[in-house]
């Protein structure tokens, strides 16, 4: 699927990083690389490069990956940058590289986890993730919790807001459900740009999944959920689910998808 135009636009992606500046929901992802003495990750969906980025000023090998070109030409643009090695695709790009990548710790920040709707493509991402671990190594990703239903607060009401940005000016913003076909969510985010009244649309489609399903599809590509955490600066809204390819363990085959 192409990439959503917030992540890909030459207007938006540059902007992703000044309107959500708060970044507090990376530190528990640092705190884990640190906890688990991670010395190499891997960044499924790196986005703008944000986490990639801090992670390499610290001395850690980074790959960071992402489907979306524009988000990317924006993450290797930033100071730093060139410590990241930046790998356009989505998780099946990893298969092609050489040498194979084996790091200590995968990450999917930002629920990048919810933008890979389809089942045979999660299926194909959560065991490339498995692939690139070493034996020993985790991958941690953060979902919505589907009995948060999020999808309820994205109204034009709730969440209509007025960004200046430095350099680009006033932009208003809001996002609106289109489509609740759970466990899909399709939105449109709207973006009005005061300078020259410029009006862009990013259609995304997310997919909610419980924690059962998540552990169950974790455990088909090889990886056993190690703990389900909070995130901290969301409370009671976020999966955030450690797994681990333990030393020595085969992945099972890939599972045969039924249409759920
Ligand atoms: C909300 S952004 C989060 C970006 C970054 N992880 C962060 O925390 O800022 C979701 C990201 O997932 C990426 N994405 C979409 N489909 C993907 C896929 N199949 N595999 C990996 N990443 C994907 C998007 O391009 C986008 O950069």
Redesign the pocket.
Known sequence: MA?DAH?EHPRLAPIYDALDPDRSD?LPYLALAEELGARSVLD?????G??ALQLAARGTAVMG????GG?LAVARAKPGADAVRWVHG??SALAALDPPVAVDLAVM????AQ??TDDD?WAT?LRAAHDALRPGGHLVLETRDPSARAWEGWTEAATRRTEHLPGVGAVETWVQVTRLALPLVASTTSFVFASDGAVLESHSLLRFRSREEVTRDLAHAGLDVVDVRDAPDRPGLELVVLSGRWPGAAAAAPPRTTGR
């Open positions: 990439p992540f990376l499924i969906g790196c986005g703008t944000v986490l990956l992402d489907p979306a988000s989505d998780a920040t930002g629920n990048a933008a890979v493509a991402t």
